[in-house]
């Protein structure tokens, strides 16, 4: 299983539209996922509103159904600029009511706080299996309980 961390820096104004979930990349990293991978999405502070406008929280966890090559239907995401479209298993996705402040696991120790978690993490990237590990960690009960009783929404 591959997870993979993606910063989405417009969360908070992207999250009221009634589309499916996917994402768009041009990104490598996106060509060899499988389902069942997943995307562990994170923005920033100041896209939530919070006194840590620099700081990384991890908002969703979406499990890959599909990656397909961009139809290029979609004027947002022009096929030269986004090669793939990853589609999310909507029955299996986890949005947070309460988004976890992951800094600290995302940045990891000697890296200056002050720089926005969008120009720390200029592209996607693959997380080894203890970051992983750490993120669910972090992200804690609320995960947990969403994902053991089904109640990913």
């Known amino acids: 299983m591959t997870d993979v961390l993606v ?5 908070r104004r992207d999250t009221a539209t009634d589309e499916p979930r996917r994402w768009h990349s041009n990104h490598r990293v996106f060509a060899d996922l499988l389902p069942g991978d997943r995307l562990w999405v994170i923005t920033s502070g100041k896209s939530l509103g919070r ?14 159904a599909q990656v397909i090559k961009n139809p290029g239907d979609d004027p947002q995401y022009p096929v030269r600029k986004y090669q793939h479209r990853v589609l999310v298993n909507e ?12 800094d600290h696991i995302i940045r990891g120790e000697g890296y200056d706080q002050r720089i926005p978690v969008g120009r720390f993490l200029r592209g996607p990237r693959r997380l080894t299996d203890q970051k992983g590990r750490q993120l669910r960690s972090a992200a804690g009960p609320e995960l947990a309980l969403r994902w053991l009783t089904g109640s990913k929404t």
């Open 51 to 64: 006194e840590n406008e620099s700081a990384g929280y991890v908002v969703a966890v979406w499990p890959v």
């Open 7 to 11: 910063y989405w820096p417009d969360y």
């Open 91 to 102: 029955t299996e996705a986890i949005q947070l009511d309460h988004p976890v402040d992951v």
